[in-house]
């Protein structure tokens, strides 16, 4: 890698506790083949817990020539290599990217079906008021293609990423 990354989707992990998944692993799909169809290039960084890996092939499905970033290493390692958005359903870093003023935080988390209503509405007052409400949350997908599409970069800077790690 020796370049930065326009979009970077996070595997998440705040939809799960105590290895269970709190939102319809089939309702993500519908979010993923959208995002796929978009003229963005993204990179993936995958949970490093097993479990996420039962959308495991949904990635490979929808984004088969999509750059994977090592899953050891902790997602806000790269945050400094993305040049626009960083996207999750819930993941907790998203709370650590609103503080980038030129990164845009992005939650799928009203765009996914819900097991627990209720869990999804804690998750999602905590990452606002931890945010200080710099998390942007869609709640259809033209809302969703306007957020990643605005006030993209034209050009990307290339750094060396692989010196860094």
């Not at 650590?96 to 030129?102: G, K, L, N, R, T």
Request: net charge negative.
């Amino acid at each position: 890698m020796s370049r930065m990354f326009d979009t970077l989707i996070i595997g998440d992990g705040s939809g799960i506790a105590d290895g269970n998944i709190f939102f319809h692993i089939d309702s993500i799909h519908s979010v993923f083949s959208f995002l796929s169809k978009l003229p963005v290039e993204y990179v993936l960084k995958r949970h490093p817990l097993p479990i996420i890996y039962e959308h495991k092939d949904i990635y490979d499905l929808l984004f088969p020539d999509c750059e994977e970033l090592a899953e050891y290493i902790p997602v806000e390692f790269y945050f400094q290599f993305v040049a626009n958005n960083v996207i999750s359903i819930c993941s907790y870093s998203l709370i650590f990217v609103s503080i980038f003023p030129d990164l845009k935080a992005i939650s799928l988390l009203e765009l996914v079906d819900w097991k627990d209503e209720s869990y999804k509405n804690e998750i999602k007052t905590d990452m606002l008021a931890k945010s200080k409400n710099n998390i942007q949350f869609p709640s259809d997908l033209e809302m969703l293609e306007k957020l990643i599409m605005e006030g993209r970069k034209n050009e990307l800077v290339c750094n060396d990423i692989e010196g860094a790690i």
